[in-house]
T-cell receptor, first 114, second 113 residues
Framework: DTAVSQTPKYLVTQMGNDKSIKCEQN?????MYWYKQDSKKFLKIMFS???????INETVPNRFSPKSPDKAHLNLHINSLELGDSAVYFC?????????????FGQGTRLTVV | SQQGEEDPQALSIQEGENATMNCSYK?????LQWYRQNSGRGLVHLIL?????REKHSGRLRVTLDTSKKSSSLLITASRAADTASYFC?????????????FGEGTQLTVNP
């Protein structure tokens, strides 16, 4: 009964490959996010979806493509992986319809590109 | 511009002591939140303070907010070894494009037994 779950937890892959990270939330939230945490632990928002609609798209290479099949899922597909993509990627969700609500985070996916 | 810059970047104290972490931000906010991250884990929400509040308590946590100085502090009283973690402040500046949480760089707290 995990609130926000991501898979896989670890992902090691070679440069140039394409990979996906999946995220699911069972909280009934209407907004989901992807954050990237670099080696210095800095967390930067990448994307935000509200009711399956993209509402925030930060300056992220277009090799990163989020997909939200429904309100409970937000997947992240990455094409042509580069060394600099190595980081921990966090999915999160919140309720936009409830002002000032907290965000719930998944456990993270540690991506290592070799 | 980056929101939520914390200081200190690292803090090491003895069990039983209090730990104070500070956060500064640059733009107007709706609320400010503090999160905790244990090594190798996701972020866990600790406490939220709204822009019209000045102080809030939750157990051993005390948060203050000074919107005139655009700063907040998190105080953990009577610290325990289990409090060892990274602590992040996050500002919620609701925009027309949707709310987002902007995180600071975090403070690494080590509580020595």
């Amino acid at each position: 009964d995990t609130a926000v779950s991501q898979t896989p937890k670890y992902l090691v892959t070679q440069m140039g490959n394409d990979k996906s990270i999946k995220c699911e939330q069972n909280l009934g939230h209407d907004t989901m996010y992807w954050y990237k945490q670099d080696s210095k632990k800095f967390l930067k928002i990448m994307f935000s979806y509200n009711n399956k609609e993209l509402i925030i798209n930060e300056t992220v290479p277009n090799r990163f493509s989020p997909k939200s099949p429904d309100k409970a899922h937000l997947n992240l597909h990455i094409n042509s992986l580069e060394l600099g993509d190595s980081a921990v990627y966090f999915c999160a969700s919140s309720s936009r319809s409830f002002p000032g609500s907290r965000a719930f985070f998944g456990q993270g996916t540690r991506l290592t590109v070799v | 511009s980056q929101q939520g810059e914390e200081d200190p970047q690292a803090l090491s104290i003895q069990e039983g002591e209090n730990a104070t972490m500070n956060c500064s931000y640059k733009t107007s906010i709706n609320n400010l939140q503090w999160y905790r991250q244990n090594s190798g884990r996701g972020l866990v929400h600790l406490i939220l303070i709204r822009s019209n509040e000045r102080e809030k308590h939750s157990g051993r946590l005390r948060v203050t907010l000074d919107t005139s100085k655009k700063s907040s502090s998190l105080l953990i009283t009577a610290s325990r070894a289990a409090d060892t973690a990274s602590y992040f402040c996050a500002t919620d500046a609701r925009e027309t494009s949707g709310s987002r949480l902007t995180f600071g760089e975090g403070t690494q707290l080590t509580v020595n037994p």
